[in-house]
T-cell receptor
Framework: AQSVTQPDIHITVSEGASLELRCNYSYGATPYLFWYVQSPGQGLQLLLKYFSGDTLVQGIKGFEAEFKRSQSSFNLRKPSVHWSDAAEYFCAVVTISGGYNKLIFGAGTRLAVHP | GAVVSQHPSRVICKSGTSVKIECRSLDFQATTMFWYRQFPKQSLMLMATSNEGSKATYEQGVEKDKFLINHASLTLSTLTVTSAHPEDSSFYIC????????????FGSGTRLTVV
């Protein structure tokens, strides 16, 4: 079955430092991958997505992610973190089950930013 | 574009009562909507896939009779938590995808349900 793994439950970085959040997927074909961000008590906001084409994907808020098929990874990066980036980050993959596309989430990584 | 509205944002109900949560796609038609449940500091767990004009498809372990899903139109899906109990307290989030762009998912702002 398709799955998504986010190895880091909690990451703390200093403001202005670079950031990389890891995501590994398990999927037989070319996956459709997403990164979402969630602030406490809020819904999810799409940061970026990968369907095909250029493996380096640019998103909103200065985020980017690189799809690496050989490593089954889709890590999220940001060169300089802002305090407002503190939130929960979810990696997700589309799976097909019962004829329907479904979005399956990883466990999430909670990002804390020190001033 | 692609806005999903979810109401209510918060609801408190007494144990044994039923609560309905609405999910509307405001500017697009959605043949498929999804309902997720999220426990504190945990990930989103897919509960069911709501299909316009047909029965919902529930994930394994989700009680169909407790979580009733109706997708009566291309812009509205509802989740009714029947005979709610304190263990049903959770954050419920819906998601929808525009017709023809099934890979683009937009999420509602979520509903915090507290059963007392």
């Amino acid at each position: 079955a398709q799955s998504v793994t986010q190895p880091d439950i909690h990451i703390t970085v200093s403001e202005g430092a670079s950031l990389e959040l890891r995501c590994n997927y398990s999927y037989g074909a070319t996956p459709y991958l997403f990164w979402y961000v969630q602030s406490p008590g809020q819904g999810l906001q799409l940061l970026l997505k990968y369907f095909s084409g250029d493996t380096l994907v640019q998103g909103i808020k200065g985020f980017e992610a690189e799809f690496k098929r050989s490593q089954s990874s889709f890590n999220l990066r940001k060169p300089s973190v802002h305090w407002s980036d503190a939130a929960e980050y979810f990696c997700a993959v589309v799976t097909i089950s019962g004829g329907y596309n479904k979005l399956i989430f990883g466990a999430g990584t909670r990002l804390a930013v020190h001033p | 574009g692609a806005v999903v509205s979810q109401h209510p944002s918060r609801v408190i109900c007494k144990s044994g009562t039923s609560v309905k949560i609405e999910c509307r796609s405001l500017d697009f038609q959605a043949t498929t909507m999804f309902w997720y449940r999220q426990f504190p500091k945990q990930s989103l767990m897919l509960m069911a896939t709501s299909n316009e004009g047909s029965k919902a498809t529930y994930e394994q372990g989700v009680e169909k009779d407790k979580f009733l899903i109706n997708h009566a139109s291309l812009t509205l899906s509802t989740l009714t938590v029947t005979s709610a109990h304190p263990e049903d307290s959770s954050f419920y989030i819906c998601s929808a995808s525009p017709r023809g762009r099934e890979k683009g998912y937009t999420f509602g702002s979520g509903t915090r349900l507290t059963v007392v």
